[in-house]
């Protein structure tokens, strides 16, 4: 658990909704994944007697390159989903009235409502939004140099949402 100020107050507290990566997103994935994988492997099951003499070495060293290249590309799509659950799962939000602390892995970050100039919503489907949060910066040219540093909450309920998003803008703007 977090160590709380003595005015501070959870307001909610919860993981990222893994369900809000949908299926359909993840076998995608899978089949990106094994579409890149018969491409690449395809090649590897010509046997050489039955390439034309006129291919130099050259261009086979080329193509089994390629092939190889892709074939990690193939992987990385098929273990993508696995990836994704895992970060997801051990990731924990803790939003109180004076900041939201993120939680992953064994490494935690708090952001203060009050060290925030801008929050970002994004609407997800089941009542989920992605929020962008912008640290506060004292520059002239807002919209490149002061959202250079962007933290990423992934899928939390929208009500949760709204209410960082108020205390953001009632903060900012005093």
């Not at 990106?32 to 046997?47: E, F, H, N, R």
């Not at 939680?103 to 935690?108: C, D, E, G, I, N």
């Not at 489907?125 to 992934?154: F, M, Q």
Request: charged share 20%.
């Amino acid at each position: 658990m977090i160590k709380l100020n003595k005015e501070e107050q959870i307001i909610w507290t919860g993981r990222p909704e893994q369900s809000s990566v949908s299926k359909a997103k993840q076998a995608g994935a899978v089949v990106v994944g094994l579409s890149l994988l018969c491409v690449a492997l395809t090649p590897k099951w010509i046997p050489s007697s039955d390439l034309p003499k006129a291919i130099s070495s050259d261009i086979i060293l080329l193509i089994s390159s390629a092939a190889d290249i892709v074939i990690v590309l193939g992987l990385g799509f098929l273990i993508l989903p696995l990836i994704i659950k895992k970060i997801l799962s051990t990731t924990e939000y803790i939003v109180t009235n004076e900041r939201i602390v993120v939680k992953a892995f064994q490494h935690a970050s708090s952001y203060k409502y009050k060290d925030l100039y801008h929050v970002d919503m994004d609407s997800q489907p089941g009542g989920l939004c992605n929020l962008v949060l912008y640290s506060e910066k004292k520059v002239s040219d807002i919209d490149t140099a002061a959202r250079s540093n962007a933290y990423k909450i992934l899928f939390i309920p929208q009500d949760v949402a709204e209410y960082v998003r108020t205390q953001v803008n009632s903060r900012s703007q005093s």
